[in-house]
């Protein structure tokens, strides 16, 4: 593997710690309970602080919902490109 201008990465290089973390299963079952956990509180927190309606709670996971799919792109991406 190399850098954009053709030099060998060094040995503890950032970018081998990269890409064993997008290879570690670990890492996005890890991943996936982050985003729910932090959906559940922003969920919780906005219920209880506005008092908002079941529509608007699930506009809120709607789009929780794509940005952990649009996180989890970016992911496939990065160990694509590598």
Partial sequence: MHSSF???YPAGHWFYSLQDLLD???FMVSF???WVATGQFLLTTAHRKFNISETVEMVIIAL???LMTL???L???L???F
């Fill in 6 to 8: 053709g030099l060998p």
């Fill in 24 to 26: 570690n299963p670990v």
């Fill in 32 to 34: 996936f309970v982050f």
């Fill in 64 to 66: 929780l919902m794509i």
């Fill in 71 to 73: 996180s989890f792109y």
């Fill in 75 to 77: 992911c496939a991406i």
């Fill in 79 to 81: 160990k694509a490109s």
